[in-house]
């Protein structure tokens, strides 16, 4: 592989399409399932409220109709026989349920991420529990039970809440090889302050068979590496004040995944991930100089992870993104397919978020928002938060738009708006944008903005960006920090 790779798109369309036999050294995925809709949604709203143009997408995904039924008979017709035996036996109790789609869906992209998987290459499935048993089962047919490695705990704390059940505190993860002999470096927990203490000279210790049979430890000139590392894994969450910490409710720590990727691949290896969401596992394999091929079927994701690609690591990493429109016909494509995915393609053109409203599933005649903090040089010690309000339209637009977009901005108590076509606005629209005057920037003196702006999608991939404030901090997303150069990374332990 030349270079690396993000896909937009559906994983089975692409995993068929782009990715060869044999060519993938290591696989992670996390694949949403809807027993909560919060598990599904990769960001959140200021207020911590999901937005609902997310959740619509993912409710989608995994729903019994007649694409799951067409899916369910060609899994039918070339799958493996045991595996064909199995997913026939699921539909038998389980019936056409949303479980039953997910695990028909699952099932064909789990056949095609075996296939891409090189005979060294290992596979981790981050598991939701309410499909995790019956996914192992599916994966022991694929993979074969005799390559089945661990089920890793994953074990963290939070903040305990009244329940009537056990409070959940751990995940699992079902590490499969595709082989006997597997890409394996061994990972070591640190001794315990007990052993230390009982053994002079600290970390030099060893492990040797006394007399009795019993296995004992000692002091010894060769420094141990520690204790082989098991599958119960204490990896805390992410605090929420934690500079690794995005916003994104499915973030997972960073800390997990170098664990994976330290020990089941090599520098220059290949990594997968198949439902990349915020890009936690393509971050880390950034960090450690593997190559990496992400996937995601939400242009929410594609633009999170770019700008995730871009604050950590900046112009050294290279990668080519596979599915995104390049053009105005492109683009109208995508709007015609899905009006969800164009608007958040477009808002990524400027780096704005998804606006979500106060109100379940309304927008309030907004599409998108930009923060920055500013300063009054009269009053030095007030911050003040600044937002921008982006509307996105891809059909027929006229000058009803840019007043009602005036109106948006008062409302909203805006100090720009910003109006992104995909067909070239009219001369009245022009006009009416004209005379809502110019923003001016308290920081800076005579320094002043349109106050509402129209850019087209062709003027924005031509890279005419819009006009605002340039501060130091930018608060529409929390940025990912700055990552240490690789020859650093490769020090770091898990």
Known sequence: ??????????????????????????????????????????????????????????????????????????????????????????????????????????????????????????????????????????????????????????????????????????????????????????????????????????????????????????????????????????????????????????????????????????????????????????????QFNRQWIGIDITHLAIALLKYRLADAFGDDVKYEIIGEPKDAESAKALAIQDRYQFQWWALSLIRARPYQGKKKGADEGVDGVIYYEDVDPDKPKKVLTRKIVVQVKSGKVSVKDIRELKSVVDSQDAVIGVFITLNPPTQPMVKEAATAGRFQWLHVAHTTYPKIQIRTINELLSGNGIEYPQTPIDVTFRRAERAAPQSQQLEIEA
């Open 1 to 286: 592989m030349d270079t690396n790779q993000l896909y937009y798109g559906d994983n089975l369309d692409i995993l068929r399409t782009h990715i060869p036999d044999e060519s993938v050294d290591l696989i992670y995925i996390d694949p949403p399932f809807n027993s909560n809709q919060a598990y599904n949604v990769i960001f959140s709203e200021a207020d911590g409220s999901s937005s609902q143009a997310q959740i619509q997408a993912f409710e989608d995904t995994w729903r019994w109709d007649e694409t799951t039924e067409e899916a369910y008979h060609e899994l039918v017709g070339t799958a493996p026989h045991l595996l064909v035996e199995t997913i026939k036996s699921f539909r038998g109790f389980l019936t056409e349920t949303n479980l039953m789609a997910y695990l028909v869906m699952m099932a064909l992209r789990l056949v095609e991420l075996h296939r891409a998987l090189k005979p060294t290459g290992s596979f981790y499935l981050h598991c939701d529990p309410t499909a995790s048993h019956y996914l192992r089962i599916i994966l022991d047919q694929i993979f074969g039970v005799e390559n089945f490695r661990n089920e890793i705990v994953w074990c963290y704390k939070r903040w305990p809440a009244k329940q009537t059940n056990f409070q959940k505190m751990h995940d699992i993860i079902l590490r499969y090889g595709k082989s006997e002999e597997v890409v394996w470096n061994q990972l070591y927990d640190d001794f315990t302050e007990q052993t230390k203490k009982r053994v002079k000279g600290g970390k030099k210790i060893e492990h040797y068979v006394g007399e009795s049979g019993k296995v004992l430890i000692r002091a010894t000139n060769k420094v141990s590496p520690g204790v082989a590392m098991c599958d119960y894994w204490n990896i805390p969450m992410i605090a929420g004040q934690a500079k690794e910490r995005l916003g994104y409710p499915t973030q997972k720590p960073e800390a997990l995944l170098k664990r994976i990727i330290k020990a089941s691949s090599n520098e220059g290896d290949v990594v997968l991930d198949g439902f990349c969401g915020c890009g936690t596992a393509i971050a880390v394999a950034q």
